[in-house]
């Protein structure tokens, strides 16, 4: 039973390219979060996608990051024009259901700027 | 809005010793808590989750977490560290009010080091 897959597990971007992180949730799970793991840092929300629908998106940037969970497929998560304050490790998780249910982590992305 | 503290960003025991690990946090609403780690270069893995049934929760690895309502705390313990419990240990709060705001708040993080 696969846990939660996350392609590519390192990503090296210029400025200014775009980068497309992937998450495949565990099977059985139609909820799916992303998180962003700064240095030294914990890892802050950003995004809360259900299948075809974002549900809470209040900790996304603003501009250039979009998320998406379609119908079939992975979630992606897209970071267009990237700088240099996008290099983190972006986490995804997966659960059954709503809040109290555990949330099942990927092994990350590693994005690096250059 | 909910928020998590962890008193220390690195924390050194002996093997043997007690582990403690101290976690506070803010909520509007009786919160969900979570116990995390994270090993150099993976993902979180799940320790243990108060969900507002038995306030002393146990988790795997031998570890435990109280949660204090009045003291607004959920810390976690384990009676005997390991060397293999060298790690970075997260605390997490969810309002879980169903509304939205189902992502995890965590805390920064507490780098627990085993001495031989």
């Known amino acids: 039973n696969a846990g939660v897959m996350q392609n590519p597990r390192h990503l090296v971007r210029r400025r200014g390219q775009e980068a497309r992180l992937r998450c495949s949730p565990m099977k059985g799970h139609s909820h799916v979060y992303w998180y962003r793991q700064l240095p030294e840092e914990g890892l802050k929300f950003m995004v809360y996608l259900q299948k075809e629908n974002i549900i809470d998106e209040s900790g996304m940037p603003k501009e250039r990051f979009s998320a998406e969970f379609p119908k079939e497929g992975p979630s992606i998560l897209r970071i267009q024009q990237v700088v240099r304050g996008d290099s983190a490790a972006y986490f995804c998780a997966s659960s059954a259901g709503r809040a109290y249910n555990e949330q099942f982590f990927g092994p990350g992305t590693r994005l690096t700027v250059l | 809005a909910q928020s998590v503290t962890q008193l220390g960003s690195h924390v050194s025991v002996s093997e043997g010793a007690l582990v403690l690990l101290r976690c506070n946090y803010s909520s509007s609403v009786p919160p969900y808590l979570f116990w995390y780690v994270q090993y150099p270069n993976q993902g979180l893995q799940l320790l243990l989750k108060?969900?507002?049934?038995?306030?002393l929760v146990k988790g795997i690895n031998g570890f435990e977490a109280e949660f204090k309502k009045s003291e607004t705390s959920f810390h976690l313990t384990k009676p005997s560290a390991h060397m293999s419990d060298a790690a970075e240990y997260f605390c997490a709060v969810s309002e879980g009010s169903g509304g939205g705001a189902d992502g995890l708040t965590f805390g920064k993080g507490t780098h627990l080091i085993i001495q031989p």
């Open positions: 108060y969900t507002s049934a038995a306030t």
